[in-house]
């Protein structure tokens, strides 16, 4: 299965698509393959939506390059795309954008902000997630508790937990209850496998929780690499190179 996720990456890589190039290079180079970082660094000469893309995943990497167009856009003019290049920045561990985030504490995007900030040691971001994960809002209540999960806040187990079972976004629920380590998330994060927006950061996950050599999420990537549309078959061939060669 593994030799089949490679052939996938490999074609796709070839594609005349340029997004479905581009996110087999993005999968290619988070697995640690040269020839995905040269294509990513290439988009970044296209501007728009694509560059950012291919910014995004250079950091993840830790590639100077894509770094640097990061924080060349925290400059720009369009407050959306200083806030996703400060959240960029911040899950590559990256404070360059701090300054931006804290701007973004006081305005809509104050959750996606205080999210990001506790990876930078910035106290009050958890403090504001503590308290929305009591709101009378559900929705807020909801997205506290991801966001708490995803900065590894033990003060959300309970709730995402709860929200696995009887959520509105179970599959967003159980990734943030896996970065717990809580073994509780590993029935939904192995269906989360079968939908191409979720399979790639469960996989990893599964890895993490050491689930990497079960059968029934290997049997479901199977499906998805030869029924689903190029994105879902990218995000399949990547999940399975996951569970095969990391852990």
Excluded: W
Aim: charged residues 25%; proline residues 2%.
């Amino acid at each position: 299965l593994a030799d089949a996720a490679r052939a996938i990456l490999d074609e796709y890589l070839a594609s005349s698509d340029g997004a479905v190039r581009l996110q087999a290079a993005g999968a290619l180079a988070r697995l640690g393959d040269a020839r995905g970082v040269a294509a990513l660094r290439e988009s970044l000469a296209e501007g728009g939506g694509r560059a950012r893309f291919a910014a995004a995943a250079l950091a993840q990497i830790e590639d100077a390059e894509g770094l640097s167009f990061l924080r060349r856009s925290l400059a720009s003019k369009r407050r959306e795309e200083r806030l996703s290049a400060a959240v960029a920045l911040a899950r590559a561990g990256d404070a360059s954008g701090r300054g931006q985030l804290e701007e973004a504490l006081r305005g809509g995007s104050r959750l996606v902000a205080a999210e990001m900030l506790p990876r930078l040691g910035h106290a009050r971001g958890r403090e504001i997630l503590r308290v929305a994960l009591d709101s009378t809002d559900r929705g807020e209540r909801a997205l506290a508790a991801i966001a708490l999960g995803h900065a590894r806040d033990a003060t959300a187990r309970g709730a995402l937990r709860a929200l696995v079972h009887e959520g509105s976004s179970p599959q967003l629920a159980a990734l943030a209850l896996a970065r717990l380590g809580d073994t509780a998330a590993l029935p939904a994060l192995v269906e989360c496998l079968d939908h191409s927006a979720f399979r790639v950061e469960a996989a990893a996950e599964l890895v993490l929780l050491g689930a990497r050599g079960d059968t029934e999420p290997t049997e479901r990537l199977r499906a998805a690499l030869a029924s689903e549309p190029p994105a879902g078959r990218i995000a399949a061939a990547l999940a399975v190179l996951l569970l095969h060669e990391r852990g």
